[in-house]
């Protein structure tokens, strides 16, 4: 006998104060009724119900048992109740991977409006320049820059990311304005430690100029900073410069050989893609900086 309906059939009896009204209720025999109460009772080992011709009670160790089966029941509808609202109202922890600059100067701040809109959903986001394992590590999706490897994940595009040389006007106005890639050699760069090999300081598909570095970090806010307080020039993602060139802070250089944009790809595990609160962070990057 199924353990858990047996449960459910005892504590109606118990309700109905009689097995043929608890049968009427629950559509059964009354003769099934009875060999789910006499599964129980040899489950337990021990008598749960005193019943003659014309009365039922419960004996002790039953009437404890009812109040068990009772609470044990109430908390399999709350956890199935939990696991319907799950799958259609946004709920739950997000775990979300970026990286460093976009993740802090782009992505976090729109995950106020995001988390806004959804007030169940509670959100983890790792900042982080390396390529995290999604299924390993239990992230929910991440958001990746550069060309994809082959993978089994689901990837979403993003509009792609313009890398761009920038200096503060103070900096150009005591240095000069470098007017090639190859005036670099006499500026001071500001240089990440953390480049791909396929993106470090690259003009084109052939011109490459490894800068002279006046300073290197493994922090593209840190470099930010430091270039908009007129250290020296900086090679960053559009995206992440747009509120310093705006205010005028940082002015680019050498547009005309910036490289081609970088691919941008929001990722995600394919089996997760069903859950609403992953499908709504999804919809909301998308729409966000989608292309």
């Known amino acids: ?20 009204a608890a049968a009427r209720a629950l559509d059964m ?53 939990g696991a319907q609202a799950m799958r259609t109202v946004p709920r739950g922890t997000l775990k979300i991977s970026a990286p460093a600059a976009f993740g802090s100067r782009c992505l976090a701040p729109a995950m106020a409006e995001y988390l806004e809109l959804h007030p169940e959903v509670n959100l983890e986001l790792d900042l982080s320049n390396r390529l995290s394992d999604l299924v390993e590590e239990g992230l929910d999706a991440a958001i990746r820059i550069g060309p994809l490897k082959d993978s089994t994940l689901v990837a979403r595009p993003l509009t792609p990311l313009q890398m761009m040389v920038c200096a503060a006007p103070n900096y150009l106005a005591r240095h000069g304005t470098p007017r090639k890639p190859d005036d670099l050699s006499r500026h001071r760069c500001l240089d990440f430690s953390h480049w791909r090999r396929n993106a470090r300081w690259q003009f084109g598909p052939t011109e490459s100029a490894p800068p002279s570095c006046r300073m290197r970090s493994n922090n593209g806010e840190a470099l930010r900073l430091a270039a908009a307080a007129g250290l020296g020039l900086v090679m960053q993602a559009d995206a992440v410069l747009a509120d310093e060139i705006a205010a005028g802070r940082l002015v680019p250089v050498l547009r005309e050989y910036w ?16 859950t609403p609160k992953l499908a709504s962070f999804v919809e909301f990057v998308v729409q966000r900086f989608g292309t």
């Open 259 to 274: 490289p081609q944009p970088r691919p941008m790809h929001l990722i995600y595990p394919r089996d997760r893609q069903s």
């Open 29 to 81: 025999s009354t003769v099934m009724v009875s060999k789910h109460i006499a599964a129980l009772e040899q489950l337990v080992g021990a008598r749960l119900l005193h019943r003659t011709t014309r009365s039922q009670s419960l004996s002790e160790i039953g009437q404890q048992y009812a109040e068990q089966c009772r609470h044990i029941l109430q908390l399999v509808q709350a956890a199935e109740t």
């Open 1 to 20: 006998m199924d353990k858990m309906r047996s449960m459910e059939v005892f504590v109606r009896v118990v309700d109905a104060g009689s097995f043929s």
